[in-house]
Every structure is written in structure tokens, then in C-alpha cells.
């Protein structure tokens, strides 16, 4: 005689498939509703947001806003710091503070902290958790907390078209050149010149770009091949294959 099948179990896995799918709707449709763009500024008043820039949500610590300006078609990940002052609720005065040119991506968890100006120049491209601050500890007085002394402070300027790894630091007074790397976890200070890749803590120049030898010391791989010309962004997709088909032609 057949046994009776017990209908809980996949009664139960219904319900737990339903709710799955219920949370997860419900989060993509906060995701959208809570993330900050020049056209849904949500409670923030920064002093400047270009078109096609997104702040995905959740964000991070954000204050100081009128003195925070970003440029068009940035990327800016979920729990990104941006703040200007040592605190909210400062008068900086009429210039801004923070400059993110167009372009810039910041990756998750990144923190932008600045008191001072800090300027992003634009295509800078930020891994996860990158820091970049114009303040850093003092410990001047032996007497007194590290944290209760008042730190230095000096502006930053990253160049356009760098990139900066992840866990990278930019500590105040760095000067970066144009399409500077900046290796994952490298903490940075002083002047860096264009085309160069720095790496290590304290960061130092690992390679650089010589107009007449190329880069020094040289590469270890090819350079990849590049876009070929007129590669629609359907086509993108199958450019890791053997042979990717030729752009489709009109009939």
C-alpha cells in the first residue's frame, strides 16, 4: 500500500522560496528609491551633483555637503564616506572643499574625508575601501591622547585618469600626477609624478613611463589587444571568445 507523501516539507519550502523572492524584490526596489542622483537628492543639499552621477544607497557618513561638488557620470558605490569638516555643521567658507571631477568611480566602502581640498581630477578610479584624506593624527604633546591633539591637515590632488587599488591610502598632502596606479594598499604622501605605479607602505615608485624607452622596467605581459573600431556593447560581451563575431552589418 502506498505511503501517505508528507505535504509539509514543500509547503514549507514554497513559503521560504516566496519570502526569498519578496525580501529581494523589496531591496531592489529600496536600492533604487534610496539612491542620490542630481534629479533625486534625497535629504542631501550638495553643492553640486552632474548629470548621470549615482550615489548608490545605502551611502555612507555624508556631511558637509555644500562644500562637496561631483562631477557627471560618476560612480559611487554603496557606504562611501564623503564629508567635509571636521564635523557637521561647519562654515567653510564660499570654495568648496571636495572636487570629484567626471567620470570618478568610488568603490564600496570607500572614505573621502577632508577638511582641507581635496581634488579627484576626472576617469579616477577608486577600488573597494580606498581611503583619501587631507587629515591625519598628530602626537606633538607626549602628555596628551593622540586622539584629543589636533591633527595636520594639507589639500590633496589626485590626477586625472589614475587609479587607485584597493585598501589604498592617500594621506594628506599627496600630489598625484596624471594616470598614476596606485597598488592595492599602498599608503601614499608627497608628490607622485604622471604615469608612474607606486606601491608599498610607505608608497614608493615601482615603474614609470619613459617617452623614449616605454615603461621602466618594462612590462612582464603584453599589453592587451585593444577595442576593435566600431564593436557595438552587445559585441563587448564576447570579446573573451577565440573569435568574436564582426560588427553586424545592415541588409
Given at each position: 500500500m502506498?505511503?501517505?507523501?508528507?505535504?509539509?516539507?514543500?509547503?514549507?519550502?514554497?513559503?521560504?522560496?516566496?519570502?526569498?523572492?519578496?525580501?529581494?524584490?523589496?531591496?531592489?526596489?529600496?536600492?533604487?528609491?534610496g539612491?542620490?542622483?542630481?534629479?533625486?537628492?534625497?535629504?542631501?543639499?550638495?553643492r553640486?551633483?552632474?548629470?548621470?552621477?549615482?550615489?548608490?544607497?545605502?551611502?555612507?557618513?555624508?556631511f558637509?555637503e555644500?562644500?562637496?561638488?561631483?562631477?557627471?557620470?560618476?560612480?559611487?558605490?554603496?557606504?562611501?564616506?564623503?564629508?567635509?569638516?571636521?564635523?557637521?555643521?561647519?562654515?567653510?567658507?564660499?570654495?568648496?572643499?571636495?572636487?570629484?571631477?567626471?567620470?570618478?568611480?568610488?568603490?564600496?566602502?570607500?572614505?573621502?574625508?577632508?577638511?582641507?581640498?581635496?581634488?579627484?581630477?576626472?576617469d579616477?578610479?577608486?577600488?573597494?575601501?580606498?581611503?583619501?584624506?587631507?587629515?591625519?593624527?598628530?602626537?606633538?604633546?607626549?602628555?596628551?591622547?593622540?586622539?584629543?591633539?589636533?591633527?595636520?591637515?594639507?589639500?590633496?590632488?589626485i590626477?586625472?585618469?589614475?587609479?587607485?587599488?584597493?585598501?589604498a591610502?592617500?594621506?594628506?598632502?599627496?600630489?598625484?600626477?596624471?594616470?598614476?596606479?596606485?597598488?592595492?594598499?599602498?599608503?601614499?604622501?608627497?608628490?607622485?609624478?604622471?604615469?608612474?605605479?607606486?606601491?608599498?607602505?610607505?608608497?614608493?615608485?615601482?615603474?614609470?613611463?619613459?617617452?623614449?624607452?616605454?615603461?621602466?622596467?618594462?612590462m612582464?605581459?603584453?599589453?592587451?589587444?585593444?577595442?576593435?573600431?566600431?564593436?557595438?556593447?552587445?559585441?563587448?560581451?564576447?570579446?573573451?571568445?577565440?573569435?568574436?563575431?564582426?560588427?553586424?552589418?545592415?541588409?
Open positions: 502506498p505511503k501517505n507523501s508528507n505535504v509539509f516539507p514543500s509547503l514549507t519550502a514554497w513559503r521560504r522560496r516566496a519570502a526569498s523572492r519578496l525580501v529581494h524584490s523589496g531591496w531592489r526596489w529600496v536600492r533604487e528609491a539612491a542620490v542622483s542630481a534629479e533625486s537628492p534625497g535629504p542631501y543639499c550638495f553640486r551633483i552632474g548629470a548621470g552621477t549615482r550615489l548608490a544607497f545605502p551611502q555612507g557618513t555624508i558637509g555644500r562644500w562637496i561638488e561631483i562631477g557627471e557620470c560618476c560612480i559611487i558605490a554603496e557606504q562611501v564616506t564623503l564629508t567635509a569638516g571636521m564635523m557637521p555643521d561647519l562654515d567653510l567658507g564660499p570654495d568648496p572643499v571636495v572636487r570629484i571631477g567626471d567620470g570618478v568611480v568610488l568603490g564600496r566602502g570607500s572614505h573621502v574625508i577632508a577638511s582641507q581640498p581635496v581634488v579627484f581630477g576626472d579616477v578610479y577608486c577600488g573597494p575601501y580606498t581611503y583619501v584624506t587631507s587629515d591625519n593624527h598628530s602626537y606633538d604633546d607626549p602628555t596628551q591622547p593622540i586622539g584629543k591633539q589636533w591633527p595636520r591637515s594639507a589639500p590633496v590632488e590626477g586625472s585618469g589614475s587609479w587607485l587599488g584597493t585598501g591610502v592617500i594621506l594628506p598632502g599627496a600630489r598625484l600626477g596624471r594616470n598614476v596606479v596606485v597598488a592595492a594598499g599602498a599608503v601614499v604622501r608627497g608628490d607622485v609624478p604622471d604615469h608612474a605605479v607606486v606601491a608599498g607602505a610607505p608608497a614608493r615608485i615601482v615603474r614609470k613611463w619613459d617617452p623614449e624607452e616605454g615603461w621602466q622596467p618594462p612582464r605581459s603584453p599589453a592587451p589587444p585593444p577595442i576593435p573600431a566600431g564593436v557595438t556593447a552587445e559585441q563587448l560581451r564576447g570579446l573573451g571568445l577565440p573569435d568574436p563575431l564582426p560588427p553586424a552589418t545592415a541588409t
